[in-house]
């Protein structure tokens, strides 16, 4: 909301005149959820990082693998920004000669899933309420050893963070690995190649 503040100098006297400032709020910075569809090429993937870099905008969490047409790499990118910047992104994405397309799937209806491997180490008292505890969460336990207990979940971000916090209480964290957000639009549309 646009207005006007009063400020003044601290250990001014009341009869000191006011100052009036203009606030004009920045735009609103959101987190995006950016799919790329890009040619299996070398030098592909650090072309689209070096158009974030050289603006100035950082990459939260970046995922990378081949679709079902191996000459077609799916990128799924977290970052921030306002819808202003968000659409500068895109529209320098899609000049990129190794994007063949792109879709900020925040704006749409999208299913987002994140994986994370915790390696643990778990006193042995306390085993069997870890066990518990990821599978009541939908994780598994993919390594029981005392001291490399390692389980894995896949769900929302939120979810991991709170995962990752709860055990972190339980046992004492010795590695966490995690893949960074990837998402898939609710859409009739799919985002893929069509030949």
């Known amino acids: 909301m ?36 890009l040619q299996n090429e070398a030098g592909a993937l650090s072309r689209v990082a070096g158009l974030f870099s050289t603006r100035g905008y950082n990459i939260e969490s970046l995922s990378v693998a081949p679709t079902d047409d191996p000459t077609v790499s799916r990128l799924t990118l977290v970052t921030t920004g306002s819808e202003a910047v968000m659409q500068q992104i895109t529209n320098q994405l899609n000049k990129l000669v190794d994007v063949v397309s792109t879709e900020d799937m925040t704006g749409g209806e999208h299913l987002e899933r994140e994986l994370v491997l915790l390696k643990l180490k778990v006193r042995p008292e306390h085993t069997d309420g870890v066990r518990g505890y990821v599978v009541r969460t939908g994780g598994r336990v993919l390594d029981p050893a005392t001291d490399g207990f390692i389980v894995e979940l896949t769900a929302s971000e939120m979810e991991i963070n709170a995962f990752v916090s709860d055990l972190a209480q339980q046992a004492e964290l010795l590695e966490v690995v995690r893949s960074g957000a990837l998402g898939i639009g609710r859409n009739a549309r799919p985002l893929r190649v069509v030949r």
């Not at 207005?3 to 609103?28: S, Y």
Request: glycine share 12%; charged share 10%.
């Open 2 to 37: 646009h207005g006007l503040r009063k400020t003044g100098c601290l250990g001014a006297r009341p009869q000191n005149p006011l100052f009036w400032v203009a606030i004009h709020p920045g735009p609103v910075s959101m987190r995006h959820i950016i799919a790329i569809l």
